[in-house]
């Protein structure tokens, strides 16, 4: 093989082998993504000069399976559901690959040791744990089957639903033949840099383009006034569309995007945006919230910085103050939280002669991106598809727009396939963060430990656009009193702009922000009361027939009651248990933390459909936009097909996701595919059967 001397082992493999199992999650060393095994040994192939590769062996995840059998390793992460997005997968399965070459029978600090390298955001590490000591068991015995390793499958009236079964998806991930946006390529493909801005807050007074236009392999560049359609995009909506493609007039976050490159490669097109010449004004930035609220701070956007003011008010909330015996008040501030999906946003567009344009990128949320890019490029809906490509984690942050309307751009002007992938720190730089709150909280309670009155005042730093933000404080409003029976609340939640990174949708969409201040307003009133904390929670549960702050009644079963205290009779054995050595530094105890949580969009509808076609031989097929992620939705929905359908065997059912030309689906957010596109495709089964 004829290599570029200073070329990475990762690029050879990846660009002139095809061999894409090998992944690039940050392009340092530092997620394990590209382990591949060197002689014997694991190793990061991004850091790896190709040259001290020669005539040396290198086995890829490709390499794994040998006569079209699976590893032990491959067939356990399968078994044990070691695989969620699939994108750390083939680098953790090299790693484990090298440890039981050396050490069959390895401990599990050694199998912790062997994959420490390796970063995974799905799954929490337990399962791959368990798959790696199954696949030792198995390496040791020949191959037969162990007892002990894998919980027993569960009793169930149902046939499919509620089984354990194999992901639909698994085997491409173990295997390496997933495809991730950035694994695919086109011919005479180009090749799209972001100039983002290096100012929290500025003015844009000039954009010179002429140097880069001299730039041979240059095939287009843009700035706002190049844009067909509307130079704005936001995924809740109307007046909340607030973040431009292109900054027009101003910048407001370092990292905003004010220009893009196309080039015939990658090197042309980062040579490219360095040549582009912008003129800033700069204008005083606001970072904390709190000044942001101020009437003469600097104003983000328009005359206020206070963006929503979402007000849950139930019964008499000073009334409930007078009549407690014990008040407890505290102040709480949450930080931003970087979602550090393993996958960097990625994605291509290319538009055919009839001017119908194709986008395969990572999202959450496939229906948006086309209505977001047919907007930008002012086109019918129809005119656009995307298609999800595998997608390496979200856990929300792929819900809001990345590449995509900045590659359709590019495509829709030079009629190529135009490709960008960000770098770790461009991904890291824009992405959504969790909501950084500072949260007020008062509560009070009888001396029996009666809650009777709950105040908040919840302020969320949305950054410099909004997203989900809106949205996000509306939910942490609604869930402020947790899952207790509050008679009187009150509580005000704001959502507001700074000249800070954007903060939008995080696991639990605002929901652990506020339960960090409940739960711990609860332990110190049980501290107060001196009765036990969990004790104290047990009085306060919600039951059934209880009314929540927004005066929902829950009419059918809430299991909360039952689940504390089958955690009472479990940490009362722990406390029993638990011994600390005298003079020892490591200190054990029991705590608990509760946090209740609603699926599905908060206040808005929760849109979802699929067609299910059943086929002359029993098989069937079911199509729906919803984004597989990592979670298991094309799993589930294949069991919830079968199971109406009456097919015993998933294998039967194909579901094609994550297209828009299938029926629209709401995005993977909020627990909410099982449920939502899930009756959607039950319903459409019930139908079809
Ligand atoms: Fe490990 Fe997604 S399965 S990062």
Same mark, same amino acid.
């Given at each position: %093989?004829?290599?570029?001397?200073?070329?990475?082992?990762?690029?050879?493999?990846?660009?002139?082998?095809?061999?894409?199992?090998?992944?690039?999650?940050?392009?340092?060393?530092?997620?394990?993504?590209?382990?591949?095994?060197?002689?014997?040994?694991?190793?990061?192939?991004? %850091?790896?000069?190709?040259?001290?590769?020669?005539?040396?062996?290198?086995?890829?995840?490709?390499?794994?399976?040998?006569?079209?059998?699976?590893?032990?390793?491959?067939?356990?992460?399968?078994?044990?559901?070691?695989?969620?997005?699939?994108?750390?997968?083939?680098?953790?399965?090299?790693?484990?690959?090298?440890?039981?070459?050396?050490?069959?029978?390895?401990?599990?600090?050694?199998?912790?040791?062997?994959?420490?390298?390796?970063?995974?955001?799905?799954?929490?590490?337990?399962?791959?744990?368990?798959?790696?000591?199954?696949?030792?068991?198995?390496?040791?015995?020949?191959?037969?089957?162990?007892?002990?390793?894998?919980?027993?499958?569960?009793?169930?009236?149902?046939?499919?639903?509620?089984?354990?079964?194999?992901?639909?998806?698994?085997?491409?991930?173990? &295997?390496?033949?997933?495809?991730?946006?950035?694994?695919?390529?086109?011919?005479?493909?180009?090749?799209?840099?972001?100039?983002?801005?290096?100012?929290?807050?500025?003015?844009?007074?000039?954009?010179?383009?002429?140097?880069?236009?001299?730039?041979?392999?240059?095939?287009?560049?843009?700035?706002?006034?190049?844009?067909?359609?509307?130079?704005?995009?936001?995924?809740?909506?109307?007046?909340?569309?607030?973040?431009?493609?292109?900054?027009?007039?101003?910048?407001?976050?370092?990292?905003?995007?004010?220009?893009?490159?196309?080039?015939?490669?990658?090197?042309?097109?980062?040579?490219?945006?360095?040549?582009?010449?912008?003129?800033?004004?700069?204008?005083?930035?606001?970072?904390?919230? %709190?000044?942001?609220?101020?009437?003469?701070?600097?104003?983000?956007?328009?005359?206020?910085?206070?963006?929503?003011?979402?007000?849950?008010?139930?019964?008499?909330?000073?009334?409930?103050?007078?009549?407690?015996?014990?008040?407890?008040?505290?102040?709480?501030?949450?930080?931003?939280?970087?979602?550090?999906?393993?996958?960097?946003?990625?994605?291509?567009?290319?538009?055919?002669?009839?001017?119908?344009?194709?986008?395969?990128?990572?999202?959450?949320?496939?229906?948006?991106?086309?209505?977001?890019?047919?907007?930008?490029?002012?086109?019918?809906?129809?005119?656009?598809?995307?298609?999800?490509?595998?997608?390496?984690?979200?856990?929300?942050?792929?819900?809001?727009?990345?590449?995509?309307?900045?590659?359709?751009?590019?495509?829709?002007? &030079?009629?190529?396939?135009?490709?960008?992938?960000?770098?770790?720190?461009?991904?890291?730089?824009?992405?959504?963060?969790?909501?950084?709150?500072?949260?007020?909280?008062? &509560?009070?309670? &009888?001396?029996?430990?009666?809650?009777?009155?709950?105040?908040?005042?919840?302020?969320?730093?949305?950054?410099?656009?909004?997203?989900?933000?809106?949205?996000?404080?509306?939910?942490?409003?609604?869930?402020?009193?947790?899952?207790?029976?509050?008679?009187?609340?009150?509580?005000?939640?704001?959502?507001?702009?700074?000249?800070?990174?954007?903060?939008?949708?995080?696991?639990?969409?605002?929901?652990?922000?506020?339960?960090?201040?409940h739960e711990t307003q609860m332990d110190r009133l049980a501290e107060k009361l001196g009765v036990d904390s969990l004790e104290l929670r047990l009085r306060n549960a919600f039951t059934v027939g209880s009314v929540t702050a927004t005066r929902q009644v829950l009419e059918h079963s809430v299991g909360f009651k039952k689940t504390l205290q089958q955690a009472q009779e479990i940490t009362a054995k722990w406390r029993r248990e638990i011994h600390n050595e005298e003079g020892s530094t490591k200190r054990k105890g029991v705590g608990i933390g509760v946090m209740w949580y609603g699926i599905g969009n908060t206040g808005h509808p929760n849109p979802s459909g699929a067609f299910v076609e059943l086929l002359d031989d029993g098989s069937a097929s079911v199509l729906t936009s919803c984004a597989e992620i990592g979670q298991g939705s094309d799993t589930v929905l294949a069991q919830i097909a079968a199971e109406e359908l009456g097919i015993d065997d998933i294998g039967r059912v194909k579901v094609y996701s994550g297209d828009t030309?299938?029926?629209?689906?709401?995005?993977?957010?909020?627990?909410?595919?099982?449920?939502?596109?899930?009756?959607?495709?039950?319903?459409?089964?019930?139908?079809?059967?």
């Amino acid at each position: %093989l004829e290599v570029a001397p200073e070329a990475m082992l990762a690029d050879v493999l990846r660009n002139q082998l095809g061999l894409t199992g090998v992944k690039k999650g940050c392009d340092r060393g530092d997620c394990g993504t590209c382990t591949v095994i060197m002689n014997g040994e694991a190793i990061l192939s991004c %850091l790896t000069p190709v040259m001290q590769a020669a005539g040396k062996e290198i086995i890829t995840v490709e390499g794994l399976a040998l006569e079209g059998k699976l590893h032990p390793l491959q067939e356990a992460f399968i078994q044990c559901a070691a695989v969620q997005c699939g994108f750390c997968t083939p680098g953790m399965l090299l790693s484990a690959k090298a440890l039981l070459d050396q050490n069959p029978n390895p401990t599990i600090e050694e199998v912790r040791e062997a994959i420490s390298g390796n970063l995974c955001r799905c799954t929490g590490y337990e399962k791959i744990i368990d798959a790696i000591m199954l696949a030792a068991k198995r390496i040791r015995s020949g191959g037969g089957e162990e007892k002990g390793v894998l919980a027993p499958a569960k009793e169930s009236a149902t046939r499919i639903v509620a089984k354990s079964v194999r992901r639909v998806d698994a085997l491409e991930k173990v &295997t390496g033949k997933a495809i991730f946006a950035d694994d695919l390529s086109f011919e005479g493909m180009l090749y799209a840099k972001v100039l983002r801005a290096p100012l929290p807050h500025a003015r844009i007074k000039k954009i010179e383009t002429g140097e880069v236009e001299k730039l041979e392999g240059v095939r287009a560049i843009l700035t706002a006034k190049d844009i067909p359609g509307e130079n704005r995009i936001g995924i809740l909506g109307g007046p909340f569309k607030d973040q431009p493609v292109l900054c027009d007039d101003k910048v407001r976050f370092v990292g905003d995007a004010v220009a893009l490159v196309a080039a015939e490669s990658e090197e042309i097109a980062e040579e490219a945006i360095k040549l582009i010449k912008v003129e800033y004004e700069e204008l005083p930035p606001v970072f904390d919230p %709190l000044e942001a609220m101020k009437e003469d701070s600097p104003k983000v956007h328009g005359d206020s910085n206070i963006v929503a003011h979402r007000k849950i008010y139930k019964g008499d909330v000073e009334g409930g103050f007078q009549k407690s015996d014990i008040i407890v008040e505290g102040s709480y501030k949450t930080p931003f939280y970087e979602h550090a999906f393993l996958e960097p946003e990625a994605g291509i567009a290319r538009v055919d002669e009839a001017g119908n344009i194709t986008v395969w990128a990572c999202t959450q949320f496939p229906s948006d991106v086309r209505e977001e890019v047919a907007n930008v490029l002012g086109v019918p809906f129809n005119k656009v598809r995307v298609i999800q490509t595998k997608t390496g984690g979200g856990f929300g942050a792929k819900l809001d727009i990345s590449v995509h309307c900045h590659i359709a751009l590019l495509a829709f002007k &030079t009629g190529k396939p135009v490709k960008l992938v960000y770098t770790r720190e461009e991904s890291i730089m824009t992405s959504t963060k969790r909501h950084p709150f500072i949260i007020k909280y008062k &509560t009070g309670a &009888t001396k029996e430990g009666r809650i009777l009155a709950v105040e908040a005042e919840l302020i969320g730093n949305t950054g410099a656009y909004l997203s989900y933000g809106p949205a996000v404080l509306t939910r942490a409003a609604v869930h402020a009193t947790g899952p207790y029976d509050v008679p009187n609340v009150k509580i005000n939640a704001y959502t507001v702009y700074t000249n800070c990174c954007i903060s939008g949708a995080m696991r639990g969409f605002g929901v652990p922000q506020v339960a960090i201040a409940h739960e711990t307003q609860m332990d110190r009133l049980a501290e107060k009361l001196g009765v036990d904390s969990l004790e104290l929670r047990l009085r306060n549960a919600f039951t059934v027939g209880s009314v929540t702050a927004t005066r929902q009644v829950l009419e059918h079963s809430v299991g909360f009651k039952k689940t504390l205290q089958q955690a009472q009779e479990i940490t009362a054995k722990w406390r029993r248990e638990i011994h600390n050595e005298e003079g020892s530094t490591k200190r054990k105890g029991v705590g608990i933390g509760v946090m209740w949580y609603g699926i599905g969009n908060t206040g808005h509808p929760n849109p979802s459909g699929a067609f299910v076609e059943l086929l002359d031989d029993g098989s069937a097929s079911v199509l729906t936009s919803c984004a597989e992620i990592g979670q298991g939705s094309d799993t589930v929905l294949a069991q919830i097909a079968a199971e109406e359908l009456g097919i015993d065997d998933i294998g039967r059912v194909k579901v094609y996701s994550g297209d828009t030309i299938t029926p629209y689906a709401r995005g993977t957010s909020a627990s909410g595919q099982t449920y939502i596109t899930g009756n959607a495709v039950r319903l459409a089964a019930i139908e079809a059967r």
